[in-house]
Structure formats: structure tokens, C-alpha cells
């Protein structure tokens, strides 16, 4: 799997690597995953002269992960796209439909009420005059 954002592109594991460690203290990992780093230092460079330290997300919650690849793809296009293997796609997909279905009875139902809203102010205004 892999997250995509902008021109970046991250691998996401499912499992730490072996030699890999969670990183501490980072705020900008996507919901439902942790960054993890091979455990090298910022600085080190090997003898081509790139660095050694590598990067990557790992999941961590894989249904919450899911929810807000699903609100990602919806609402904020902007934020990052998870591209993933075909089954976590599906789930994605399946998530995008259910989130869309329960958008659409929201609508409808605050449509309902505010209409009803209207029509006993407009009783309370008739009474009135």
C-alpha cells in the first residue's frame, strides 16, 4: 500500500519490519497509522552520499484507517490518497458508499425538519394576526 500526497509518496506497511522501530513524538501521520524508521540516524549517509535513514507508515487501526481514506477521497481530495492492494481498495470503496447513503438520509432528513420548522412558524404567525 502506499499514501500519496502532492508529488510525496510513502509506503504504508501492514507490520513493522524487522529493524524498524515506531517513531516517537509525530503529529502528522494520517488517522489509523504510525511513521516507523529504520532506526538510522537524521544524518547518516552512506557512501554514495544518500541518506540511510529510511521512512514509512505502518497501520495501526486498519477500520479507522479505512473510515478517513474513505472521508479523504469525499471531502478533502487535498489531504492524501491511499492507494492500497485490491481488497483494501474495496473496503475504501465500500466505505465511500456507506458514508455517501448516510450523507443523503441526513439531507433528507434535515429537509423534513426544516420544513416542518416552517410550517409551525407559519401557524404561530397565523394565530398571531
Known amino acids: 500500500m502506499k499514501f500519496k500526497q502532492n508529488e510525496n509518496e510513502t509506503k504504508v506497511y501492514k507490520k513493522l519490519p524487522k529493524g ?3 517513531t516517537e513524538g509525530t503529529l502528522t ?3 489509523g497509522t504510525v511513521w516507523i524508521d529504520n532506526g538510522k540516524s537524521v544524518f547518516a549517509k552512506g557512501k554514495d552520499g544518500k ?13 479507522l484507517l479505512i473510515v478517513r481514506a474513505a472521508e479523504n477521497k469525499i471531502y478533502e481530495k487535498h489531504k492524501g ?26 439531507e433528507k432528513e434535515r429537509a423534513q425538519r426544516t420544513k416542518a420548522n416552517q410550517k409551525s412558524k407559519a ?3 397565523g394565530k398571531r394576526g
Open 51 to 63: 541518506r540511510l535513514r529510511k521512512q514509512a507508515l505502518m497501520v495501526e487501526n486498519e477500520a
Open 81 to 106: 490518497e491511499f492507494v492500497g492492494d485490491k481488497k483494501i481498495e474495496a473496503k475504501i470503496e465500500k466505505e465511500v458508499k456507506r458514508q455517501r447513503a448516510a450523507r443523503a438520509a441526513w
Open 123 to 125: 401557524k404561530k404567525r
Open 20 to 22: 524498524w522501530r515506531v
Open 29 to 31: 501521520q494520517p488517522v
